[in-house]
């Protein structure tokens, strides 16, 4: 009898395992290719898988087989018009197979060569790898939420500019009603009696049942004017409540030091810090706008490429950038629809006046309009006083987080004042 | 009785596979096929490609090369460069036949009659699958193999038995009994039985190596009477089996992990020799028993007007001058060859093409049963490429004179021990520098690759001495060495 069984839904990835052996073994040809593709690839093209070619002769899995000479005898179908002992040329090396194709275009894997796609996770973790990023946090790039006030109905205590004027006199006018209803269907009833007697009497003005009717009347009156206008119990407030939502853009200004002593080393350093905050950015939010401010006396606002690789001499004048960022922030980010990151690079040099003034516009301009503010200071030989002057911005502002980075692994502490920040 | 359609859609059902497979069991034991019970799993494309990269089977032990076959076939399928197999059928009682999910009802039909009644009768019954393979036995021993390797990994760690199956690899072709039978093993028994291996090849090993060392006047003696005791006494063709048993150094568990490349290579050697012969058994039986459903009036014009064109895709064989030529379609030669034979066999035919399905390998079968119509049919020839010559002779075509010469040069060509250099354990220098020596007897003058420099690496690894190889001229007398 025969037993048949869907499948289609257990056992998956069996082969993950050997797909981790297999990168764990050439991970040394796979790390060259993701170093390669960092420093080539934009900041925002780093979350795409990678194409890996590993050279044949790393992958090899030899063999005791023939090589080529000595005499062989094969058999081919579909013989044409060959007769016995025909002789026939030997086909050229390669047996003229797609001759051509493969000098024109360099970038073709070489025939024996093995390539494959590095899928965008396992790009990713080994990008991470070099940043020491322990796995909960890789996890964790949590959603950071900004709220947004929402109508919840309305409420009955509030302050006083959030009174909603209509619903309150309403309540008012029908608290008014039903305090007043006995008393005023008592008063018709009288004043019909009234009418009555003074039919049946019209003289008699004395008569002790109008009196008292009349005297009934006053107090029933009296009682109904008794009723306040408005009363506390009447008021409503709109409800106004925080709805998390989840923000959809964010601004990222890297601002990193040009002049002389920012070797390329130092840059790539920076880059890879500016990656892991785009990376950290990219969970977060759906559309990230990057602005890259360069200085060294003066700032400029510059394209990815002149950022990374254009060179500048000349002392260091730190505020300029910081106050072209809070101008371009002013002009174009103002609004309360971006989340701003700032991110910062340098080697700590900085024309010595300047330190002060820059904590300065620091603390009172652009802490308090971004998320988050993140200095590197890149392989410092000592440090200077910009570094000081941080340190006192640190102290004041909680989302201001700054590290000295000599490589790469101690890129991520930087970030995880931010997380810790995060879970308490 | 009115007949009723298995089928009149092309989606596939639990049900109406179910439906197909009592109808061609029925069939099946018609043409009195004989199999084991079988079992069918329905796949995905991806547990497809799983599949492939764990070399066809149920489960393996965890191995890098798998990930690269793994990502080669990925790679290749996502691009669409290869659309997947139908199914994947493994040599196990029951027979484990897998079925991709993306076929139609009509290709489920076909692949349940080509793996699930060809295949399995085949296994079961092919003289050398029943020498060579215990289909009761091999999930539990793979199930084992897993367990033992994968404990090895935590015992020594990954990178150490790694090393060690990418040597056992190299060597994996060299690791085939021909000629002795073991016998066959439970898991239960396995366990134990390694467990004993274990302590006693070891005590074996030690007692080898103390005492030819402890008898060093004797022994110099010996030497220079230039008296060289052979050890082994044959030449050995088992080189893996020869190691797991006289490499001196080697721990016991490194010599399990080699007995497991070594069954494994053992369990597949038979569907290296009957390649085509399996394959066209395979196919000869779905095409008769579809027909049979045909005639029988069980499926109905629209069915078949599907099923020809994947038949003939199947058994399609480009010409040599064809851009899509690759070599010699096993299906197609196999398909011809036993279509051949029902047809010159008359009424006995279900007699003949069972006798010739159970007695031959694809070497033997090509020599016996390759006809001249079938050597016309497909109009093959031979060339001898000589690398002595300037030119490539056409050796025999089809015509009176050529058809001995065709045949017995196609049944060469599916001679494994032809394809395959023939290498040897020759002699282990016992008294000297325990070195190893292999022996190559090339065929028709045919150098080794120069993969061999790297493969003899491998192999010093294990031995942990010298390793040498000698290539022998006809005469016997050494004429190139390689060493590692």
């Known amino acids: ?424 | 009785m009115k007949k009723k359609l298995l089928s009149t859609t092309s989606e596939w059902t639990m049900d109406r596979i179910q439906r197909f497979d009592r109808e061609i069991a029925r069939i099946a034991k018609l043409y009195q096929l004989d199999t084991y019970p079988n079992r069918i799993e329905i796949i995905n494309s991806e547990q497809m490609l799983d599949a492939y990269s764990s070399v066809g089977m149920p489960m393996n032990y965890h191995h890098w090369s798998f990930g690269k076959k793994f990502l080669d076939a990925e790679k290749e399928y996502r691009r669409g460069y290869s659309g997947l197999a139908y199914e994947m059928v493994i040599n196990s009682d029951p027979c484990l036949s897998y079925l991709l999910e993306e076929n139609s009802m009509v290709t489920q039909a076909v692949v349940i009659a080509h793996a699930c009644y060809g295949h399995n009768s085949f296994f079961k019954n092919n003289y050398l699958f029943q020498l060579w393979t215990h289909a009761e036995s091999i999930i539990d021993y793979l199930v084992f193999a897993k367990h033992y390797i994968q404990s090895c990994e935590e015992k020594y760690g990954v990178s150490k038995v790694e090393e060690l199956l990418d040597v056992c690899h190299a060597l994996m072709n060299y690791g085939v009994d021909r000629y002795r039978r073991p016998a066959p093993l439970s898991m239960e028994k396995e366990k134990e039985q390694q467990k004993e291996r274990e302590a006693y090849l070891q005590s074996q090993v030690n007692e080898l190596w103390r005492v030819t060392l402890r008898d060093k006047a004797r022994k110099k003696a010996e030497q220079n009477a230039e008296h060289m005791l052979h050890f082994p006494e044959e030449p050995q063709e088992n080189i893996l089996y020869f190691i797991e048993k006289n490499a001196p150094l080697l721990e016991p568990w490194q010599r399990e992990v080699i007995r497991i490349v070594r069954k494994i290579a053992q369990y597949f050697y038979p569907q290296r020799q009957t390649k085509m012969m399996n394959e066209g058994w395979a196919t000869f039986w779905h095409y008769t028993i579809i027909q049979k459903l045909y005639d029988e009036k069980l499926v109905n014009d629209q069915f078949m007007m599907e099923f020809l064109p994947l038949h003939t895709n199947v058994i399609l064989q480009p010409p040599f001058s064809h851009p899509g030529y690759a070599g010699l379609n096993p299906y197609a030669l196999g398909f011809k060859i036993f279509s051949d034979i029902k047809e010159s066999s008359g009424d006995k035919w279900i007699e003949a093409v069972d006798f010739a399905m159970r007695n031959y390998k694809d070497e033997s079968f090509i020599a016996q049963y390759l006809s001249p119509k079938v050597i016309r049919d497909l109009r093959l020839f031979s060339i001898i490429d000589d690398e002595a010559q300037p030119e490539l002779v056409v050796s025999a075509i089809h015509n009176e004179e050529g058809y001995q010469k065709v045949r017995e040069a196609l049944s060469r060509q599916y001679n494994l021990s032809q394809n395959e250099p023939d290498i040897q354990v020759y002699n282990v220098n016992q008294r000297g520098d325990r070195s190893l020596t292999l022996r190559y007897i090339p065929n028709n003058n045919r150098p080794l690759s120069e993969d061999t420099e790297a493969v003899l690496k491998h192999l010093r690894f294990l031995w942990s001495f010298p390793v040498r190889l000698e290539t022998v001229d006809a005469s016997g007398s050494v004429v190139s060495v390689h060493e590692a």
């Open chain 1, 1 to 424: 009898m025969t037993q048949i069984i869907d499948r289609r839904f257990s056992d998956k990835n069996k082969s993950a395992v050997n797909r981790s052996r297999f990168i764990s073994r050439f991970k040394s040809h796979i790390k060259k290719a993701v170093a390669e593709a960092i420093s080539k690839r934009s900041i925002t093209e780093i979350e795409k898988g990678e194409k890996v070619i590993i050279p044949a002769k790393d992958l090899s899995q030899p063999i005791f087989r023939y090589g080529i000479g000595g005499i062989r005898e094969t058999v081919y179908p579909y013989n044409q018009d060959f007769v016995k002992n025909d002789r026939i040329k030997r086909p050229l090396e390669g047996s003229g197979k797609s001759q051509g194709s493969g000098a024109s275009n360099t970038d073709t894997i070489g025939s024996d060569d093995f390539g494959f796609e590095l899928s965008r996770e396992e790009f990713l973790n080994l990008f991470f790898e070099d940043l020491a990023l322990p796995d909960l946090i890789k996890k964790q790039f949590s959603q950071i939420q900004t709220s947004t006030p929402v109508r919840a109905g309305f409420k009955k205590y509030g302050a006083l500019p959030s009174l909603n004027i209509l619903r309150s006199l309403r309540n008012a006018l029908g608290r008014r009603i039903a305090f007043s209803m006995s008393e005023k269907t008592e008063l018709e009833e009288i004043e019909k009696k009234l009418k009555q007697l003074n039919m049946l009497n019209p003289e008699n003005s004395d008569n002790p049942e109008i009196i008292n009717l009349l005297e009934r009347k006053n107090k029933l009156i009296q009682k109904i004017s008794a009723i306040p206008f408005i009363d506390t119990t009447d008021l409503r407030f709109r409800n106004i409540v925080l709805q998390p939502k989840p923000s959809t853009q964010a601004v990222m200004f890297c601002l990193m030091d040009v002049s002389g002593s920012m070797d390329e080393a130092r840059k790539e350093l920076a880059k890879r810090f500016f990656i892991l905050l785009y990376l950290f950015l990219t969970k977060t939010y759906q559309k990230i706008e990057i602005v890259f401010i360069r200085h060294h006396t003066t700032a400029k606002e510059v394209d990815e490429h002149e950022f990374f690789y254009s060179r500048e001499t000349g002392g260091t004048v730190v505020s300029t950038a910081l106050e072209l960022m809070m101008k371009i922030i002013r002009e174009r980010y103002l609004s309360s629809d971006w989340n701003i990151y700032g991110a910062e690079a340098s080697d700590g040099d900085n024309w010595n006046a300047d330190s002060p003034h820059c904590a300065e516009v620091l603390i009172q301009e652009i802490m308090p309009c971004v998320q988050y503010f993140a200095y590197v200071e890149i392989s410092p030989q000592a440090h200077q006083n910009l570094w000081e002057a941080y340190v006192e911005v640190e102290k004041k502002c909680k989302h201001f987080a700054m590290r000295t980075v000599e490589n790469t692994a101690e890129i991520y502490p930087v970030f995880r004042e931010l997380f810790r920040k995060k879970t308490s």
